[in-house]
């Protein structure tokens, strides 16, 4: 019953996206993921640190006429996935890492807005100065939407609708209006260096993307610093 009224809360608390009529994106690149630390509690699933690859980052291009930007390359900062309540991720679709290149890449947008609030008008934020709030809604429904077209992840009726939805409403919105935030994104330089030991050395392929699979729905197999996946467009 509790997971059940998490996920009407989670449904009743969105805004809207026009998730039907918005054109899907392409993904490429990589995507390396370390885990940092336990994270919040009862959201998520830890705390981790998204560590673009220095040959192959992971990029997103978009098809839609009305972007302010078209192509978007996150850098290093921290993540939790989705942040999705722990009684929600029980429904199918609503892991926090189902959609994780396109959490990522939403992610990267908060962060880009909050420096801007704080003053940071320099590069890279700078790209995203004219970027709304509803667009970075859009752009998470276009992300989700690629990678169902690139055979990434199943079709799902009701997850990628209530995603795109609840990250347009009104909590979703105080935290785009945040400011005194940008200084908690930057990853300091201790940990951005475990981070950059813990991804792979070997090759990484430049054709074809792959989705985090966490050991286990967890994180209990790995130390700090210690790479958690990889995945490559």
């Known amino acids: 019953m509790r997971r059940l009224l998490a996920l009407v809360l989670l449904l009743v608390s969105c805004g809207t ?3 039907e009529n918005l054109p899907a994106g392409e993904f490429s690149g990589t995507l390396h993921v370390i885990w940092v630390g ?29 972007a302010t930007i078209t192509e978007i390359v996150p850098g290093m900062i921290y993540t939790d996935g989705g942040s999705i309540p722990r009684p929600v991720t029980l429904f199918r679709g609503f892991s926090p890492w189902g959609y994780a290149p396109a959490y990522i890449v939403h992610d990267w947008l908060f962060v880009a807005r909050h420096c801007l609030n704080d003053g940071d ?8 100065a004219a970027m709304e709030f509803h667009e970075s809604a859009e752009i ?14 199943a079709p799902n009726q ?12 009104p909590i979703s919105f105080e935290r785009w209006q945040a400011v005194g935030e940008c200084e908690s994104h930057r990853v300091p330089p201790d940990i951005a260096e475990r ?13 074809g993307f792959s989705i985090l699979r966490m050991p ?18």
């Open 195 to 207: 981070a950059r030991l813990g991804t792979p050395g070997a090759a990484v392929p430049r054709s």
């Open 140 to 153: 998470i429904a276009e992300a989700i939407k690629a990678l169902v077209a690139q055979g990434r992840v």
């Open 121 to 128: 008008t320099g590069a890279p934020y700078a790209d995203y």
């Open 38 to 66: 336990e994270g919040r509690p009862n959201i998520g699933d830890g705390l981790f640190v998204y560590v673009p690859d220095p040959r192959d980052p992971l990029r997103f291009v978009r098809r839609n006429p009305d």
């Open 17 to 19: 996206v026009d998730f």
């Open 216 to 233: 286990d729905g967890g994180v209990e197999r790995v130390t700090p610093g210690q790479t958690v996946a990889t995945f490559s467009f």
């Open 158 to 169: 009701v997850a990628p609708r209530a995603i795109s939805g609840a990250v347009a409403g």
